[in-house]
């Protein structure tokens, strides 16, 4: 396959930044498309040029560390699919693709596709936690959870902070990865006595880190490739004003 590649690039959170756009040559269907851009920054290191900075690490679809807007779309229009998970056979040969950052104030570019995403290490530490002491593990059963809730907290615990909601949402809200932190922690046992406070702090952080409001449209959940369910925010949302009134 032959591609032309239009790329964010730029250099610091001081540079305007621009869009250059690149020839790659004989990328495999088989290629992930991170693949596809390390055979790209081989091709750039080679003639002297500076590489393309993006984020990954595991390469598995589970750390969330990879996130760029594809073609308008965060992760690409592949649905339920990271970007390191997404594989060229999915464009035609001769395609133009755009590749863009993360667009949202809280997430500042530090250079290129990569995003400065401790906003989200922020809301995570304003609760996201359990720290009663609990005792030792008990053993199986012996705190009966019903189906209902153990399937929807793990629902929710599948988020990976990837914050391709954020970067869909027209309002750059992260309610979504907010809810799910709040909500798999909130519809167990062990996250009881701290459910009001875990929601009223979590969701505080939120706004001080100047994420937008969620107005349901719901963007969020098209792009989130676990698919965490949008009625999430809503259980948020529930024990946000729970905590507030008590």
Same mark, same amino acid.
């Given at each position: 396959?032959?591609?032309?590649?239009?790329?964010?690039?730029?250099?610091?959170?001081?540079?305007?930044?621009?869009?250059?756009? %690149?020839?790659?040559? #004989?990328?495999?269907?088989?290629?992930?498309?991170?693949?596809?851009?390390?055979?790209?920054?081989?091709?750039?290191?080679?003639?002297?040029?500076?590489?393309?900075?993006?984020?990954?690490?595991?390469?598995?679809?589970?750390?969330?560390?990879?996130? *760029?807007?594809?073609?308008?779309?965060?992760?690409?229009?592949?649905?339920?699919?990271?970007?390191?998970?997404?594989? *060229?056979?999915? @464009?035609?040969?001769?395609?133009?693709?755009?590749?863009?950052?993360?667009?949202?104030?809280? @997430?500042?570019?530090?250079?290129?596709?990569?995003? #400065?995403?401790?906003?989200?290490?922020?809301?995570?530490?304003?609760? !996201?936690?359990?720290?009663?002491?609990? !005792?030792?593990?008990? #053993? =199986?059963?012996?705190?009966?959870?019903?189906?209902?809730?153990? #399937?929807?907290? @793990?629902?929710?615990?599948?988020?990976?902070?990837?914050?391709?909601?954020?970067?869909?949402?027209?309002?750059?809200?992260?309610?979504?990865?907010?809810?799910?932190?709040?909500?798999?922690?909130?519809?167990?046992?062990? !996250?009881?006595?701290? $459910?009001?406070?875990?929601?009223?702090?979590?969701?505080?952080?939120?706004?001080?880190?100047?994420?937008?409001?969620?107005?349901?449209?719901?963007?969020?959940? =098209?792009?989130?490739?676990? !698919?965490?369910?949008?009625?999430?925010?809503?259980?948020?949302?529930?024990? %946000?004003? $729970?905590?507030?009134?008590?």
């Amino acid at each position: 396959m032959n591609l032309t590649l239009k790329i964010w690039r730029q250099s610091g959170s001081s540079d305007k930044g621009r869009m250059v756009t %690149y020839r790659v040559e #004989d990328v495999s269907p088989d290629m992930s498309f991170l693949e596809m851009l390390d055979v790209l920054n081989e091709r750039l290191i080679l003639e002297g040029d500076d590489p393309v900075a993006f984020d990954h690490d595991c390469r598995e679809g589970i750390c969330g560390m990879c996130g *760029m807007v594809i073609n308008g779309v965060a992760h690409g229009e592949q649905r339920a699919t990271t970007t390191c998970q997404l594989h *060229m056979r999915h @464009f035609e040969d001769g395609a133009v693709i755009t590749i863009e950052p993360w667009r949202a104030a809280p @997430f500042p570019v530090i250079k290129d596709l990569v995003v #400065d995403r401790s906003s989200f290490d922020r809301i995570i530490q304003a609760g !996201g936690f359990v720290s009663v002491p609990a !005792g030792s593990a008990p #053993d =199986a059963h012996a705190m009966p959870v019903p189906k209902e809730d153990a #399937d929807a907290a @793990f629902d929710a615990a599948t988020c990976i902070g990837c914050g391709a909601c954020v970067a869909a949402c027209p309002n750059g809200s992260a309610s979504l990865f907010t809810a799910a932190k709040i909500t798999h922690l909130g519809l167990l046992p062990q !996250g009881q006595p701290e $459910r009001d406070s875990r929601a009223r702090a979590m969701v505080e952080q939120m706004d001080a880190e100047g994420f937008g409001g969620c107005t349901n449209t719901g963007e969020c959940t =098209a792009v989130c490739p676990k !698919g965490i369910p949008f009625d999430t925010i809503a259980q948020m949302n529930a024990d %946000y004003l $729970r905590s507030a009134s008590s």
